[in-house]
């Protein structure tokens, strides 16, 4: 069965640097549309990142020109770089895959990532 497993969440001062990598297993990756979402307390899911089958990226508008979104096919894996982490960057981070053809979306568990001086 499809899984998903994100890692590399913690908590890391204003201004620093976190990697988040999601590891997928029980799929060809390279079908699949991936990204990250995350959810703040009292806050709904939001996008952070999508990344397509042609590496076509999408950012929301809070993240952008702060974060990349990169896949290794080969190992699928899909990673987060975030920098210059800010306060309200804190919530939990879900990896989300959805076959290129299906409105089905899969998710992981989820890791937290605070920023807090």
């Known amino acids: 069965q499809v899984r998903l497993v994100e890692s590399g969440g913690g908590s890391v001062q204003p201004g620093g640097s976190l990697r988040l990598s999601c590891a997928a297993s029980?799929?060809?990756?390279?079908?699949?549309?991936v990204g990250w979402y995350r959810q703040a307390p009292g806050k709904q899911r939001e996008l952070v990142a999508i990344?397509?089958?042609?590496?076509?990226?999408t950012y929301a508008d809070s993240i952008r020109g702060r974060s990349t979104i990169a896949r290794d096919n080969m190992e699928k894996t899909m990673y987060l770089q975030m920098s210059s982490l800010k306060p309200e960057d804190t919530a939990v981070y879900y990896c989300?895959?959805?076959?290129?053809?299906?409105?089905?979306?899969?998710w992981g568990q989820g890791t937290q990532v605070t920023v807090s001086s």
């Open positions: 989300s895959a959805r076959f290129f053809a299906s409105t089905y979306t899969y």
């Open positions: 029980g799929m060809v990756f390279e079908n699949y549309i």
């Open positions: 990344i397509d089958r042609n590496n076509s990226t």
